[in-house]
Antibody, heavy 121, light 108 residues
Framework: EVQLVESGGDLVQPGGSLRLSCAAS????????MNWVRQAPGKGLEWVAY????????YYADSVRGRFTISSDNAKNSLFLQMNSLRAEDTAVYYC??????????????WGQGTLVTVSS | EIVMTQSPATLSVSPGERATLSCRAS??????LAWYQQKPGQAPRLLIY???TRATGIPARFSGSGSGTEFTLTISSLQSEDSAVYYC??????????FGGGTKVEIK
């Protein structure tokens, strides 16, 4: 069974840092493209960052580029998101999400349960 | 960036009736469109990809159609458990991957 389990969410002050983790199991981690997608309270879904398990390509949303860093540890089947210079508008549930292996890639076939990040003084 | 627009924002439908949700892309995306269902307190769940292909385990009452810039998700006979927010997402031209704002389906 495929599982994605996020952790690391917390209350942090503006300007602070936080590191999120996502533990993956039930599939070959290095064969997939992994992402962070967030959802502010009562709002819609926003893609945040991407990393390829097979070639290491990385992309970011404009809203987080330069502040967030996505990484992975293939030996531990884990995905990370280092979040620096946090702002109130980064408050959200952060989901770890897997892109499906398909001829045309880009949709998310597996999601974690999410971890809540609250940025407030 | 491709902007996705969903309508209506809220849809109230009686059990057993048909629900029709719309999604529009700001430019042509062929059929590179996915639909997700999200219930309160839960993660999104993939319903449809390729505009019309149901994901594994998704009931046949869910169907998707459209291509180019106009897409539709139809729930043929609404069940109480279908109460949720539905999101469309394009994957034709990325990054960024972009979502619509969502349609909330309520049971009348």
């Amino acid at each position: 069974e495929v599982q994605l389990v996020e952790s690391g969410g917390d209350l942090v002050q503006p300007g602070g840092s936080l590191r999120l983790s996502c533990a993956a199991s039930g599939f070959t981690f290095t064969s997939y493209e992994m992402n962070w997608v967030r959802q502010a309270p009562g709002k819609g879904l926003e893609w945040v960052a991407y990393i390829s398990g097979y070639d290491g390509s990385i992309y970011y949303a404009d809203s987080v580029r330069g502040r967030f860093t996505i990484s992975s540890d293939n030996a531990k089947n884990s995905l990370f998101l280092q979040m620096n210079s946090l702002r109130a508008e980064d408050t959200a549930v952060y989901y770890c999400a897997r892109i499906s292996v398909d001829m045309i890639r880009g949709y998310f076939d597996q999601w974690g349960q999410g971890t809540l990040v609250t940025v407030s003084s | 960036e491709i902007v996705m627009t969903q309508s209506p924002a809220t849809l109230s439908v009686s059990p057993g009736e048909r629900a029709t949700l719309s999604c529009r892309a700001s430019q042509s995306i062929s059929t590179t469109l996915a639909w997700y269902q999200q219930k309160p307190g839960q993660a999104p769940r993939l319903l449809i990809y390729g505009a019309s292909t149901r994901a594994t385990g998704i009931p046949a009452r869910f169907s998707g159609s459209g291509s180019g810039t106009e897409f539709t998700l139809t729930i043929s006979s609404l069940q109480s458990e279908d109460s949720a927010v539905y999101y469309c997402q394009q994957y034709n031209d990325w990054p960024p991957l972009t979502f619509g704002g969502g349609t909330k389906v309520e049971i009348k």
